[in-house]
């Protein structure tokens, strides 16, 4: 099972990155959990004439996966840009190819609710991309207590279950689709 993970902040300390990468390296035995780069993205303009090659890393790596994590942050109520734009540039595809049928984890961390209002206007644009999301278990963590270190790595043990329980949820979501 190869995942592909897409973090919608783009700091290298980002609690959301720290999630990510506990997913990482936890993955099951038998799976992959590949970390995306956005930072060289560039918002989607239909008016370019060639696809940067940032985005083509990306829309490779999104091809070759059978299944997505996102790390979800909440800004204003909502997705980060930068997960919305990597979405909107996978979108373009033809028959929205790349993204159509693909079993989806989504996981946050922000303020004292999590990212949970991020997470379900998430789960919106997943209906519109038809992108399947794991209903159960949620990942909703609050990034500002010691679950995290300085560095924005993941420290909390019961959160570290939850993802590890969400890791192989997803797993079996995704032969469930196939």
Known sequence: MNMLAICGSLRKKSTNMGLLRYAQANAP??????IADLSAIPFYNADLSEKPAAVITLLQQIG????????????????????????????????????????VALMGAGGGMGTSRAQYHLRQVCVYL?????NRPEVFANAFTPAFDSDGNLVDEKIQGTIKTQLAALISWAAKLK
């Open 130 to 134: 038809n992108l399947h999301p794991l």
């Open 64 to 103: 070759a996966a059978d299944a997505l994590i996102f790390g979800c942050p909440e800004y204003n109520y909502s997705m980060a840009p930068a997960l919305k734009n990597a979405l909107d540039w996978a979108s373009r595809e033809p028959e929205n190819a790349l993204l159509n049928g693909k079993a």
């Open 29 to 34: 035995e038998g799976s992959t959990i590949t």
